[in-house]
């Protein structure tokens, strides 16, 4: 079909060029003829009015007498190059609107019909912030997707990015039986509203009972009535942000991790076991200063367990227990509970008096 839409522009020209050609050509036909009659002396009222009369071909009658050559000539000039000009400029809107609405058609059911030969594909419902990177990040890794959006603006972004998408409401079944949810193995709806996530879980899951379904939430209450409603796992942007902000504050050094590719990976894959590796100096007044590693681990009750020690670009591999850990120590530190008995230890000793009393 694109083939043809681009023979036939080869051989018609553009319609928008061909549109815009053309009315440049009747103003300059209709401004010349009005020029043309002011010069015999009409006003510019009689002589816009007689060129309009003219080139659309009403013939209501003079406005004034016709009984020169002169006039006679600028007159069949305007027949002539006006009515040529006017049956042209209708042509080329036919065109136009013909060649728009083909397109509309035709590319909606090309899009349709590579929806439904998709199987085992995923459904993402929103394309803002979160949606637009997850249809990314899917994209990359080969995994079929379709965008369900209704927002003009971001259906032109996704057609972009090369994505398939529906103009429609996520929140209506027909909207996800068109977009396969009985073929598809993932939705992920990641909607702003939560009624609206709420909404589509309980819609899709009446679809299809082995969909598996990732919902977006953003009041804590919330994730308790997608979980009921259906899905299987939600997802908490701003709990997210908030524990990466946290964690930025209590393991400064950890950011460092993310540029070795080789921890990272170590990373990921300890964060599928429910582990993680923080990296964290030890500073003046820590209350880990001064223990050994065999007491910093018992103090934490198997919260964290010492990896590494990196002492004066020195790295001490697999610690002995007897190691003691000194101020500036760079410990690499694998965490099973980032909670309050870890932050004791990563955390300054501060001192407090009350009277004569130091605690």
């Not at 003219?54 to 006039?71: F, H, I, K, Q, S």
């Not at 000539?73 to 000009?85: E, H, I, R, W, Y």
């Not at 598996?212 to 209450?221: L, N, S």
């Not at 690499?332 to 300054?348: C, E, H, P």
Request: hydrophobic share 50%.
């Amino acid at each position: 079909m694109r083939r043809i839409f681009a023979d036939a522009e080869s051989v018609l020209g553009s319609p928008v060029r061909n549109l815009v050609s053309i009315l440049i050509f009747v103003g300059v036909v209709a401004i010349a003829a009005t020029l043309a009659y002011m010069a015999a002396g009409w006003s510019f009222a009689d002589a816009s009015y007689m060129v309009v009369l003219t080139m659309y071909t009403v013939g209501y009658g003079e406005v004034r007498p016709v009984d020169t050559a002169y006039l006679h000539a600028v007159t069949m000039g305007t027949m002539v190059l006006g009515c040529t000009g006017m049956i042209l400029l209708t042509s080329a809107l036919v065109q136009f609107f013909t060649v728009l609405q083909l397109r509309q058609i035709f590319g909606a059911n090309r899009m349709q019909s590579r929806i439904d030969k998709l199987s085992g594909h995923a459904i993402v419902c929103g394309y803002g912030r979160i949606g637009l990177m997850l249809a990314r990040d899917l994209s990359e890794a080969n995994m079929p997707l379709v965008v369900i959006e209704r927002d003009p603006a971001r259906l032109s972004e996704i057609e972009a990015a090369g994505h398939l998408c529906i103009a429609g409401d996520a929140t209506e079944e027909e909207t996800l039986i068109i977009a396969g949810i009985a073929r598809a193995r993932v939705l992920a709806t990641v909607l702003p509203d939560d009624a609206a996530n709420v909404f589509i879980t309980l819609s899709a899951r009446n679809l299809n009972q082995d969909l598996e379904i990732i919902a977006r939430g953003e009041a804590p209450t919330t994730e308790r009535k997608l979980l009921r409603a259906g899905a299987h796992q939600v997802v908490m942007p701003t709990h997210i942000g908030a524990e990466r902000i946290a964690r930025m504050i209590l393991f400064p050094a950890s950011a460092n991790l993310a540029t070795d590719e080789r921890l990272d990976q170590a990373r990921r894959d300890l964060g599928e076991m429910g582990l993680d590796l923080e990296l964290v100096v030890a500073r003046e007044g820590a209350a880990m200063v001064g223990l050994t590693v065999g007491e910093a681990e018992r103090s934490a009750a198997g919260a964290f367990f010492v990896v590494q020690i990196t002492r004066h670009e020195n790295v001490i591999a697999r610690p002995a227990s007897d190691e003691r850990i000194l101020v500036g120590d760079e410990i690499l530190v694998l965490v099973r509970d980032s909670g309050a008995t870890a932050r004791k230890l990563f955390n300054t000793r501060a001192e407090i008096r009350a009277g004569r009393n130091k605690f």
